[in-house]
């Protein structure tokens, strides 16, 4: 069964940092790209950045300078390392993964980023 378990979510000061975790079980994580996603209240959930099994990556423009994704295929974790955060940061952010053409998600972790 594939579950996913988010943390690292908390308050923070503008231009502070938070390091999201995301671990994965249930499934071959080393052959799977896994992905970030941020929901605001009132708005779609939007993909913040990605990683695949090669370590490509892609991040969202407002976030590219500022956010690294990275992987630990050994702890089967992903991360999201957040630098310089911005109240428009702010939100629930969760890990996915696609596994034979089914997402899954984490539960979710809050983060708020205060002006």
């Known amino acids: 069964q594939v579950h996913l378990v988010d943390s690292g979510g908390g308050l923070v000061s503008s231009g502070g940092s938070l390091r999201l975790s995301c671990v994965g079980s249930g499934f071959p994580f080393r052959e799977h790209a896994m992905n970030w996603y941020r929901q605001v209240p009132g708005k779609a959930r939007e993909l913040v950045a990605t990683i695949d099994r090669y370590t490509n990556t892609y991040y969202k423009n407002s976030v590219k300078g500022r956010f690294t994704i990275s992987r630990d295929d050994a702890k089967k974790t992903t991360y999201l390392q957040m630098n310089n955060l911005k109240p428009e940061d702010t939100g629930v952010y969760s890990c996915?993964?696609?596994?034979?053409?089914?997402?899954?998600w984490g539960q979710g972790t809050q983060v708020t980023v205060s002006s």
């Open positions: 996915k993964v696609n596994v034979v053409g089914r997402d899954y």
